[in-house]
């Protein structure tokens, strides 16, 4: 077995959302061998980081063409096998930042998120489903911030206590996003 179904596979969920998520990826990971690339048209792989402030009272986030929300950066794997290496490289490309630092080199959460209908690049993608890898990273709050001007048209640190204000047109996130902010204060990260 390789490393990241291994990890996949070892993950111990936080609650019963991630539980059941967990077993519709594994299980998606025992009937398709396509799951890494989007060959798949119905489930693929995708990496993110959950990027935090060094006092964890901020997000870094980027606002989303696509969707027209605030949302947390990552992308498709495309085929790569190191998913944390993904995260840092979306966080980098779509924020413009230098340094990533993961706080841990374990998976963070696990989730499977419906991605609806939409036009990229000209082209229809049909809906289908992310089977989502995250990672907790850390970014100093004072590394300059660009646009990447093909996926968003803003970036910028967000309030912890103000994610709903930003993330009202995508409740389901906001559900996953306070997820994320409960692990974070119950695992002291």
């Not at 967000?158 to 902010?181: G, Q, R, S």
Request: one cysteine or more; aromatic letters at 10%; proline letters at 3%.
């Amino acid at each position: 077995m390789k490393m990241w179904e291994q990890q996949i596979r070892d993950y111990k969920p936080y609650n019963e959302q991630e539980e059941k998520d967990k077993a519709l990826i594994v299980g998606c990971m025992d009937t398709y061998d396509n799951l890494l690339t989007r060959e798949n048209p119905l489930a693929h792989f995708s990496s993110s980081g959950f990027i935090v402030n060094k006092t964890r009272d901020k997000v870094l986030m980027i606002h989303h063409n696509i969707y027209n929300a605030w949302s947390w950066t990552g992308g498709h794997t495309d085929g790569e096998i190191d998913f944390l290496g993904v995260a840092i490289r979306e966080a980098q490309e779509e924020t413009g930042v230098k340094e990533v630092r993961p706080i841990s080199q374990e998976i963070f959460s696990l989730d499977v998120l419906p991605v609806k209908g939409h036009i990229k690049r000209g082209e229809y993608v049909s809906a289908h489903v992310h089977l989502s890898i995250a990672y907790l990273v850390e970014v100093d709050e004072t590394e300059e911030l660009m646009i990447k001007p093909d996926e968003n048209s803003g970036v910028r640190w967000i309030a912890v206590d103000e994610l709903d204000t930003y993330v009202d047109n995508e409740p389901d996130m906001l559900i996953v996003y306070k997820k994320f902010m409960e692990k974070i204060k119950e695992f002291k990260l």
